[in-house]
């Protein structure tokens, strides 16, 4: 694996591998990496030439400075995962190159009701970030595909949305979200729970396929209370369970007429904020 530090040589380098006519497949991530992040990275290997993994970890999408000092840091385990699944290439900026006191161009993005809701409205300015960032990786690497996960739905629906807007020539593509053993979504910040938590966090998936099952007997706000309600039972504190149309991601008063619903919840355990999803229909 070819590991680049710096903007230029990482474009000089996959300006190399376009001459041979290689596509190139690019997984952004933030580290401390996991299974979730190499399933990325193993579906652009099957489909593109050469894989571009990136890992930096943003400070611009973090509205809570603790949450940016604690974010975990693994760079040496992560290069070892990298290699094992054979990833062509990992692109490891530091703030400085991603943030260049010169400036950097982005072009604006309208957003609009896709980033009122959910997180955007828990955690105000990320997704300008995450905007920020993303646009900036694909100005470097301008890939022909872009992996996301759907563990971050919202987010993949925001970038699928950029992508069009700014018509770049980048297909997204949305990777399923990998789970533990025991169902819950696998996170970097799941190795800040404590042993009690862990034991607890499952149970996330529990609520959400509970409410799933009870989309044919239940009215949507229905189900949103007793899944609001379960989630505090079991000890989380939960900031929202809402069940939103999976392409305008505005909350659904019914499934009727609906091509796509999915159900999106964030809870805090401890001091950790966790987020997971599940498609009804
Ligand atoms: P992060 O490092 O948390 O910014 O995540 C980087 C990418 O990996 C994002 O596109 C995430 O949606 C994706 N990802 C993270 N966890 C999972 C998971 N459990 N399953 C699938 N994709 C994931």
């Excluded at 809570?64 to 992560?78: E, F, H």
């Excluded at 400036?103 to 609009?112: A, N, R």
């Excluded at 301008?142 to 069009?164: A, H, N, W």
Aim: charged share 20%; aromatic share 8%; hydrophobic share 40%.
């Amino acid at each position: 694996m070819y590991l680049f530090k710096r903007e230029s040589s990482l474009k000089k380098y996959l300006a190399f591998q376009r001459s041979f006519g290689n596509t190139i497949g690019f997984a952004p991530t933030m580290g401390a990496l996991h299974q979730g992040h190499l399933a990325l990275i193993e579906q652009s290997k099957k489909e593109s030439d050469c894989t571009v993994c990136s890992i930096f970890v943003n400070p611009t999408q973090f509205n809570k400075s603790d949450d940016l000092a604690l974010y975990p840091r693994t760079p040496a385990k992560d290069l070892a995962l990298l290699e094992k699944v054979g990833c062509d290439v990992l692109f490891f900026p530091d703030v400085t190159d991603i943030y260049p006191e010169s400036g950097i161009e982005t072009i604006p993005v309208e957003l609009g009701n896709l980033a009122d809701v959910m997180e955007g409205a828990h955690r105000p300015g990320h997704f300008e970030g995450v905007v920020q960032v993303v646009q900036r990786l694909l100005q470097i690497v301008t890939p022909d595909q872009l992996y996301m996960g759907e563990k971050d739905f919202q987010q993949l629906t925001i970038i699928r949305s950029m992508v069009e807007q700014l018509a770049l020539d980048t297909a997204v593509v949305g990777v399923p979200i990998i789970r533990e053993p025991d169902g819950l979504a696998m996170s970097s910040r799941n190795v800040r729970l404590n042993a009690e938590e862990r034991q607890i966090a499952p149970k996330i998936y529990a609520v959400l396929q509970q409410a799933k099952s009870m989309i044919s007997r239940y009215n949507l706000k229905e189900i949103q209370t007793f899944a609001m309600e379960q989630l505090t039972k079991v000890g989380f504190k939960p900031e929202y369970f809402e069940i939103v149309d999976r392409s305008s991601l505005q909350p659904l008063q019914s499934v009727e007429g609906s091509k796509g619903v999915v159900a999106c919840t964030a809870v805090w355990l401890g001091n950790v904020r966790l987020i997971d999803n599940l498609v009804f229909i």
